[in-house]
């Protein structure tokens, strides 16, 4: 399995280094599987092995540790508005922080569904205990194309409502966004088989004295539709 950092999906840019792994996780039906933690940088993947026991469905699991960065008001501004956080911007707009640079701290929570053959899915549709995490609600390896995806959002296992959340397709597939509901779901079409990216930035604001303004966990879960 490989992981890779990037803002075009599925083109890699930059593997993430292998000492910022946090977590990485296999999770089968029988639950998890032993694998190898010997990662290794290939050009722009970061990779494992993974020896999968049988035939069926799995979720792989990673988490990078966590990280800060600096930007000036005008960025900032630029990337809440990429990212639907509406919210943010008003509450740095009331503060009167609009212009002045933003510390953040950010960590990445990933998941990605396999399947290899028949199986149960049971292992894709519950949570796993991550600090933030997509959960779906239906097998995302059984879709067809134009078939809608509903996911949760969950952020210290409690549902997140009102968060922007995009389906990116690979293989020149289309981007759709919509927002979770009141349960932290929302669904999602999508229109062609091959690979999927659902992502979201979940931002809160850091209390005073804190090195950092701001705590952002970003959360994806990738997914292949059948054709």
Do not use: C
């Amino acid at each position: 399995m490989t992981a890779q950092v990037g803002e075009h999906f599925p083109a890699p840019e930059i593997g993430p280094p292998a000492n910022r792994v946090d977590l990485w996780r296999v999770i089968g039906a029988a639950g998890d599987v032993a694998i190898d933690r010997a990662f290794r940088l290939e050009k722009t993947l970061l990779s494992a092995d993974a020896m999968l026991p049988s035939a069926g469905v799995y979720l792989g699991v990673m988490t990078i540790a966590v990280q800060t960065i600096e930007m000036k008001g005008a960025e900032f501004t630029d990337y809440l508005k990429d990212e639907g956080l509406e919210s943010v911007i008003a509450a740095r707009k009331s503060a009167g922080e609009t212009d002045a640079p933003a510390r953040e701290r950010y960590a990445r929570y990933a998941k990605i569904a396999v399947r290899t053959g028949p199986g149960d899915a049971a292992s894709l549709l519950r949570p796993v205990g991550l600090k933030a995490e997509f959960v779906p609600q239906t097998d995302p390896t059984s879709l067809k194309p134009g078939q809608p995806l509903t996911v949760q959002l969950l952020t210290d296992g409690r549902p997140v409502p009102n968060a922007a959340v995009t389906a990116v397709g690979g293989n020149g597939g289309t981007t759709a966004t919509a927002r979770t509901d009141e349960n932290g779901r929302v669904s999602l079409a999508l229109d062609r088989p091959g690979a999927w990216l659902i992502k979201t930035v979940h931002m809160t604001k850091l209390p005073p004295g804190s090195t950092e303004h701001w705590e952002s966990f970003w959360v994806t879960l990738a997914v292949h539709t059948a054709g």
